[in-house]
């Protein structure tokens, strides 16, 4: 099968450091990458580099349709959230209040939500955009135990059904995953 | 993706305060007959480029809200992981912007030519005028907006930026709305048209370099 995400000798420097240099990545269909790290190690620079929102100094990447959950809400404050949601056009929108518990807040306005709703609605948007690759941008932050056992099953259901992950994350995360350090 | 921007700007357009330029530009109208005085022949002759002086100072109110708040809440990031060029959002971003500015002001426009004593075939000189130029000012506001989302000081930046930018708008706009028979009215409908072909591109550059 085709890679979903290939990175060849990816070299990124941010405000005049040298994050990594000459830094492979691979992911087939059904692959999850768990980028760690200490802090400011480029986990979430990484992440963005494979988004296309950064430019990388030397390498190149390839890669599928891609959905990002990172600290950027998005989401109209004024709206109810599955209205909020719907506006990025997501084919899994109902599947992905339902998995992550949110059909039952779907009237509430999205300034009213909580840290961690809110947490639950970005990964909500990656699940319903139907893309086969996931970059997931500290995924645990701000969750609770059973948002986490939710985005386990969502994770694990996603590379079933041939999906990649690349996570980034300071805490273990929970189910199979390839490691990938920062910073060494 | 493009149509569903454009409904949203001009819903969160509406929904926040679309009516605030508006204000703005009824306002320096108000105030032009107390410091001019109460000369109507002198009135009538500086009011079309009165009008133009507060139709551009409306236009820089909005700059704040049109990219920064979306810049800061990662709506840009995502809208580019669909796959939306950053153009084509800039230009999303003008038609959103404009619909909710233009046809106000242009409603606005029928007061204020009476406040600075226009008479009725001024004030159609000037609708027309205002109809090309406005366009090209929700051009101007939102690639400025894009060129200054992120810095410190943001809004008076713009201000500084804006204005010498809409410097030929002005010119042969306020000439249209004041004469007729001359061929302002093409010139102020050429710079319109260079203004916002270029805008787009202007803002899709600025979005981009604008990712840190």
Same mark, same amino acid.
């Given at each position: 099968m085709t890679a979903l995400l290939k990175g060849d000798g990816l070299t990124l420097v941010r405000g005049g450091r *040298? +994050?990594? =240099?000459g830094l492979d990545l691979a992911l087939a269909p059904g692959n999850a990458l768990h980028v760690t790290g200490s802090n400011g190690s480029g986990k979430s620079s990484l992440i963005r580099l494979v988004a296309g929102l950064l430019k990388p100094a030397a390498g190149r990447i390839e890669r599928a349709d891609a959905a990002l959950a990172d =600290? @950027?809400?998005? *989401?109209?404050? =004024? +709206?109810?959230i599955r209205r909020s949601l719907a506006f990025w056009r997501g084919p899994y929108l109902a599947d992905a209040l339902t998995a992550f518990d949110l059909d039952r807040l779907d009237? /509430?306005? /999205?300034? *009213? +939500?909580s840290t961690g709703q809110a947490k639950r609605a970005r990964l909500a948007r990656v699940m319903a955009s139907g893309a086969p690759l996931w970059l997931l941008d =500290?995924? *645990?932050? @701000?969750?609770?135990s059973q948002g986490a056992e939710q985005l386990a099953a969502v994770i694990s259901a996603h590379r079933d059904k041939g999906g990649a992950v690349l996570a980034a994350s300071h805490l273990p995360l929970a189910g199979d995953w390839r490691t990938l350090e920062l910073g060494r | 993706m493009i149509g569903a921007l454009i409904a949203r700007e001009v819903r969160r357009g509406l929904h926040g305060a679309a009516w605030l330029p508006v204000a703005f530009f009824l306002l320096v109208a108000t105030i032009v007959p107390f410091a001019i005085g109460p000369d109507a022949r002198l009135l009538a002759r500086i009011g079309g480029g009165a009008l133009w002086i507060a139709a551009l100072t409306a236009a820089l109110l909005p700059i704040e809200r049109l990219i920064e708040p979306d810049r800061a809440d990662g709506v840009l990031d995502q809208l580019a992981l669909t796959g939306m060029a950053e153009e084509a959002i800039g230009a999303a971003k003008i038609i959103g912007h404009w619909l909710t500015f233009g046809p106000l002001l242009l409603i606005a426009t029928v007061p204020a030519s009476f406040l600075v004593g226009l008479d009725g075939a001024a004030l159609g000189r000037s609708l027309i005028a205002l109809a090309v130029g406005t366009p090209a000012l929700a051009a101007l506001a939102v690639a400025v907006a894009a060129l200054t989302? @992120? +810095?410190?000081?943001a809004g008076s930046l713009a201000g500084l930026l804006l204005m010498p930018i809409a410097v030929p708008l002005v010119i042969f706009g306020a000439a249209a709305t004041g004469d007729g028979e001359s061929s302002a009215l093409k010139l102020e409908a050429a710079a319109a048209l260079l203004t916002v072909a270029g805008a787009p591109f202007v803002a899709g550059a600025a979005i981009r370099a604008s990712r840190t």
């Open positions: *040298l +994050l990594f =240099e =600290e @950027g809400l998005a *989401l109209d404050r =004024e +709206l109810p009237q /509430v306005p /999205v300034r *009213l +939500l =500290e995924p *645990l932050n @701000g969750l609770d | 989302t @992120g +810095l410190p000081r």
